[in-house]
T-cell receptor, first 118, second 110 residues
Framework: DAGVIQSPRHEVTEMGQEVTLRCKPI?????LFWYRQTMMRGLELLIY????????DSGMPEDRFSAKMPNASFSTLKIQPSEPRDSAVYFC????????????????FGPGTRLTVL | SQQGEEDPQALSIQEGENATMNCSYK?????LQWYRQNSGRGLVHLIL?????REKHSGRLRVTLDTSKKSSSLLITASRAADTASYFC??????????FGAGTTVTVRA
């Protein structure tokens, strides 16, 4: 299993530009989570999906942030327009559905995308 | 918002020694998990303990949970240089979300 795949690994952009982060969850996982990690705020949950449907987006900081999951194997997190305070490492994680026969409470994290907004 | 708080924030030990870190949380939980993060990498799940369990072992890891005190501890025995990382506790409820603490940075000196 390839694990959770994120792209790009690093992104440097200028303030005002649109940024799109991508995630491919582990095949068969029904839940997908987007987190943001900063030194000041630690690891924050932004939004999570179940069966491609957004369930809780209360962690999305502003309307500049949006996330989609068009199918079970792909999700995007978009920031438009980006600002320097959006600089952080963004992680995607997935987990199996209930009754999946595995430890369904465990989340599997991708390697993250380090975003720098100048 | 962060539910768990780890203590200490940083820990430096000699290779071969044991490392202990603690996690306290505020609200009732379904389970508590510990994750490791190496520098520049994603988080890796280490161990999960459910609210009706008191102690769990996995290799050199031992986790305890005291729901009356709303606290947990992670013990790494016979530490190795490869154990150098940040360790996070995460609490899980019935809503499938995890709430992470700020982490303990562990440095194992050779």
């Amino acid at each position: 299993d390839a694990g959770v795949i994120q792209s790009p690994r690093h992104e440097v952009t200028e303030m005002g530009q649109e940024v799109t982060l991508r995630c491919k969850p582990i095949s068969g996982h029904d839940y997908l989570f987007w987190y943001r990690q900063t030194m000041m705020r630690g690891l924050e949950l932004l939004i999570y999906f179940n069966n491609n449907v957004p369930i809780d987006d209360s962690g999305m900081p502003e309307d500049r942030f949006s996330a989609k999951m068009p199918n079970a194997s792909f999700s995007t997190l978009k920031i438009q327009p980006s600002e320097p305070r959006d600089s952080a490492v963004y992680f995607c994680a997935s987990r199996a559905a209930l009754g999946g026969g595995t430890n369904t409470d465990t989340q599997y994290f991708g390697p993250g995308t380090r975003l720098t907004v100048l | 918002s962060q539910q768990g708080e780890e203590d200490p924030q940083a820990l430096s030990i000699q290779e071969g020694e044991n490392a202990t870190m603690n996690c306290s949380y505020k609200t009732s939980i379904n389970n508590l998990q510990w994750y490791r993060q190496n520098s520049g990498r994603g988080l890796v799940h280490l161990i999960l303990i459910r609210s009706n369990e008191r102690e769990k072992h996995s290799g050199r890891l031992r986790v305890t949970l005291d729901t009356s005190k709303k606290s947990s501890s992670l013990l790494i025995t016979a530490s190795r240089a490869a154990d150098t990382a940040s360790y996070f506790c995460a609490t899980g409820g019935n809503d499938y979300k995890l709430s992470f603490g700020a982490g303990t940075t562990v440095t194992v000196r050779a």
